[in-house]
């Protein structure tokens, strides 16, 4: 397994989740560049670029085919590496995947994430600050406008590998529509919508994610 973190963020916040998984596979939750405990390259990069250093980095690690999961812009990243490079991917989750097309702006979209933050453990908030002042806000900024202009439906459409969608039912960042919408783009995904989670529904759910997770790579009868 491979986890893959969202914008502004690090491995920090899914420590649950890798715990939890950690029980049943081999985990990695490798820090995208200028998050976390990486270095800090002086421009902030697009999904493309991270797409290309992720594969790099299961390349170094002699990883792969992995399952993928991206959380958020973690998953638009997730999505361009699964249809760009299908040799890498065994199977791929979205935990609430950014960004939906009827609020793609900045605007839109820090709008929507000030809902969440009411919606979501208080718990969280020294570990999200401390990834914030991190990364230094202008380059949270610029992943924001790199994540605005990201078609993800165009990558959607051309993934092949087994995939579950995660939401978390009172996410504001990825509302009902949206939500339905990747739904239909992605082959034969599997949908699994978690009662009582906002965005950060891998961080406040992992129990739950992890079992969606080993039920989609679990063999069916007879397969």
């Known amino acids: ?12 916040y899914l420590t649950p989740l890798a715990l939890t998984l950690s029980a049943t596979h081999p985990v990695y ?5 200028g998050f976390g405990l990486t270095e ?14 992720l594969a790099a980095w299961l390349a170094a ?6 399952c993928l999961l991206g959380h958020s812009f973690g998953a638009e990243v997730a999505a361009r590496l699964a249809a760009d490079r299908p040799d890498l991917v065994h199977a791929l989750v979205l935990a609430g995947p950014t960004s ?3 609020a793609r702006s900045r605007l839109g979209q820090f709008g929507r994430w000030l809902v969440d933050t009411l919606r979501e453990a208080p718990l969280q908030a020294p570990i999200l600050l401390r990834d914030v002042r991190d990364a230094r806000p202008w380059r949270v900024y610029a992943s924001l406008t790199h994540s605005v202009r990201n078609a993800i439906e165009a990558d959607l459409v051309q993934v092949t590998a087994p995939t579950l969608v995660v939401f978390g039912d009172r996410d504001p960042v990825v509302p009902p529509a949206w939500r339905r919408q990747v739904a239909r783009l992605v082959p034969a995904a599997r949908t699994v919508t978690v009662p009582a989670a906002a965005h950060n529904v891998a961080t406040t759910a992992p129990a739950q994610v992890a079992d969606a997770i080993r039920a989609l790579l679990t063999p069916a009868p007879g397969g």
Not at 40 to 53: E, L, N, Q
């Open 1 to 12: 397994m491979v986890l893959v973190h969202g914008l502004a963020v690090s491995h920090r």
């Open 29 to 33: 939750v490798p820090d995208l560049p």
């Open 40 to 53: 800090r390259p002086g421009t902030a990069y697009d999904v493309s670029r991270h797409a290309a250093h």
């Open 61 to 66: 690690y002699r990883l792969g085919p992995v």
């Open 100 to 102: 939906d097309p009827a």
